[in-house]
């Protein structure tokens, strides 16, 4: 039976995965990374928890694997994962039951992709290879009707090298050259009988393995670099497997071990299964942990690390990391937990024990506990700020910092898990999220640092956020009022700081000094131009052209950006309204978060006094004419506490909003 694999696939776009696992929501192990049309894309095996009852043959304590997923990315961060590609129930000639799909590998040839897997047969014991055959690296997947004849084993990878032939290597060692339809053994290859511990097995290939460290040797994984071959392979070196190599200059050998590319797991992990890629001109190693699932290590996770070579091409031991591989944008999620270095006090704890997916905490048991993770991308973060879901058993401080531990201040985060009151509530040991305006925002790529002032902290995850684009740039020549004749487009001066104990301080006796002072009115005498700068009362403040992106300026959020304080501070904006036509007869017609005061060509039109909140229409100048030619409309806002915006626009005699105008 040939079978084509219609399956469903659903494009699912996973939780960003910077880190190490770099598969967030189901256990993967044996990953093969293929470079495919610019992309990663990964192979590996899908561990699965044994279906309840239990199927004959199938054991709780050992591996269960029924199907297949691809994924890919193209940064090494974002992971797509394409849906089930292959399922033992579609293999006509396996066991539709066995659990056993094993390590797979797929590769492309002639506009054509190759998947290989191992299975177990429907007849007889052990295991035998398969191919399925597609025009996309995501499938779907044509299953061949039969397995690869003189083939018994698991775990296959196919190597095409440089002499134009395709080698077929698998578990426990073998290597035989196919033939160029990609799904048969080359008629030539030997037929060899192999022991491997207590047993005999006779197959055609090549013993690779032969004479070199092999104990329970499985994995094989073979690529070519710079002249050499290396079939690289997990094996028992003591009680748990290690990743070696060895080399030769013949793809079929023989071959001369080199040593160990990545020891055990410290955490006692029986298994490792790698590939190695060079993807955009970095090598690097694919292999699993049992990170998702710590007390049952057949159950297991796919992580990435960079790989280097010698100078004479060996290659470099690698040490195992939970910060991974792969540039973040701090845009996005950054599990801090996936540390690249760290105090040695710092514990890591799952989030919940009954869904380990949902990943870790960092605790911060101490003041001087800190923790360093690289290569965060700040490119995309403009008017930002962080937010933080973490937990305290006190009150605390801590901060995000550039480079080091002394670093330059990010962010500085007051974290208040217990409020003192009249209406006390005690949110110790309890998750919150918490929010801090960003102070220094790095250049590029650069590395951050958590730092604590009382410990007793911990964290799951930090996401820098830009504030949504109230105002943008002016760039064009002129613009109209918009559909509801507000006027968008402003001269906007950095704040003026401002002693300013409460907006009910804001008398008219107040705001006469505020607004009609001598020295402040000399700024509006001459039309500003964007990036001028002025002096007021030892301040030195620039002067900003920006088009609102609503109906009302947010100067909040343009204090946020381009001024030294928030609160307690005076706010002055000019517009430059040009008419063809003189209009009589109109009103302003404005609002403003707090007090404001509104000037038409050098006369005070509209006071709004006291502690208002900013809404459209809240005040009407009386009658004005907007002359032939060019007018000047200016405005002071002045605030304490509160987050200052402002809207105007003219409206005529009936209340409706006038438009014909352009504004410079």
């Known amino acids: 039976m040939n079978k084509k694999l219609f399956l469903p696939i659903f494009l699912i776009p996973l939780a960003v995965n910077a880190q190490n696992p770099i598969i967030h929501n189901q256990f993967c192990a044996d990953p093969t990374a293929r470079v495919f049309n610019g992309k990663i894309y990964l192979y590996p095996s899908h561990d699965i928890n044994p279906p309840q009852p239990l199927p004959q043959g199938v054991r709780e304590d050992w591996f269960c694997m029924e199907d297949y997923h691809v994924f890919s990315s193209d940064n090494l961060v974002d992971w797509t994962d394409h849906g089930v590609i292959l399922n033992q129930k579609d293999v006509p000639w396996g066991n539709p039951g066995a659990y056993s799909m094993w390590a797979p590998d797929c590769v492309e040839r002639n506009g054509k992709y190759y998947f290989y897997y191992p299975d177990a047969p429907k007849e007889g ?3 035998s290879i398969g191919v399925a055959i597609a025009d996309k690296p995501e499938g779907p997947f044509t299953p061949v009707a039969s397995n690869i004849e003189g083939v018994n084993g698991i775990d296959p990878c196919v190597l095409l090298a440089s002499d ?38 006779t197959m055609r290939g090549v013993n690779c393995l032969k004479g070199l460290p092999n104990r329970q040797a499985e994995g094989p994984f073979a690529f070519e670099y710079n002249g050499n071959y290396y079939l690289t392979y997990p094996y028992v070196r003591e009680n748990t497997e290690v990743l070696g190599y060895a080399m030769s200059k013949n793809p079929m050998g023989p071959y001369e071990y080199k040593g160990i590319i990545m020891a055990e797991h410290p955490n006692g992990c029986w298994t490792n299964h790698h590939s190695i890629v060079n993807f955009k001109g970095q090598w690097y190693i694919f292999y699993h942990q049992n990170d998702y699932s710590p007390e049952n290590d057949k159950r297991r996770s796919v992580r990435i690390e960079k790989l280097a070579f010698n100078a004479d091409g060996t290659i470099q031991e690698v040490k195992p990391t939970l910060r991974g591989v792969g540039i973040v944008n701090a845009l996005s999620r950054i599990e801090v937990d996936r540390y690249a270095k760290g105090s040695g006090d710092l514990k890591l704890n799952f ?5 380990k997916f949902l ?9 001087t506990s800190w923790l360093s993770f690289t290569d965060v991308d700040f490119s995309a973060l403009q008017n930002g700020y962080v937010t933080a879901n973490v937990k305290a058993d006190k009150n605390t401080k801590f901060f995000i910092r ?14 208040v898990c217990v409020t003192e009151g009249q209406f006390r509530r005690d949110y110790s040991g309890q998750w919150l999220t918490v929010t801090a305006p960003v102070k220094y925002c790095p250049k590029g790529i650069s590395d951050i640092y958590i730092t604590t002032q009382d410990g007793g902290l911990s964290i799951d995850y930090v996401q820098f956020k830009n504030h949504e684009s109230y105002f943008n740039p002016s760039t064009s020549a002129s613009i109209a009022p918009d559909s509801e004749g507000f006027i968008r487009r402003w001269f906007i001066l950095e704040p003026i700081a401002k002693d300013i104990r409460s907006n009910t301080d804001f008398t008219d006796t107040y705001l006469k000094n505020a607004f009609h002072d001598a020295e402040y009115r000399k700024l509006f005498d001459v039309v500003p131009t964007d990036g001028k700068k002025v002096k007021f009362q030892k301040q030195s403040l620039t002067w900003h052209k920006l088009d609102a992106t609503r109906y009302n300026m947010k100067l909040f959020r343009f204090a946020e950006k381009y001024g030294t304080k928030l609160y307690g501070v005076l706010f002055s904006g000019i517009t430059v309204i040009k008419c063809d036509d003189e209009i009589r007869n109109v009103r302003l017609s404005a609002g403003s978060n707090s007090a404001s005061s509104w000037y038409l060509n050098g006369e005070e039109i509209l006071l709004m006094q006291g502690d208002r909140r900013m809404v459209k229409d809240d005040c009407v100048s009386g009658l004005v004419t907007l002359k032939k030619g060019i007018n000047i409309l200016s405005v002071s806002v002045i605030n304490g506490p509160g987050m200052s915006d402002f809207c105007a626009r003219f409206i005529d005699e009936n209340g409706n909003a006038v438009t014909n105008y352009n504004i410079e």
Do not use: H, Q
């Open 351 to 355: 989030m919940d024990e009954g869904d």
């Open 402 to 415: 550039e480079k080091s531990a002394k670093g330059k201040v990010i962010a500085e985060f007051n974290v």
């Open 164 to 201: 134009g032939n395709a080698y077929l290597f698998w578990g426990p060692g073998l290597c035989a050259k196919l033939k160029d339809n990609m799904t048969e053994i080359a008629d030539d290859t030997p037929t060899e009988t192999f022991k491997f511990g207590e047993r005999e097995f």
């Open 359 to 367: 990943g870790w905490e960092v605790n911060f048991p101490a003041k």
């Open 125 to 127: 014991r052990g295991f």
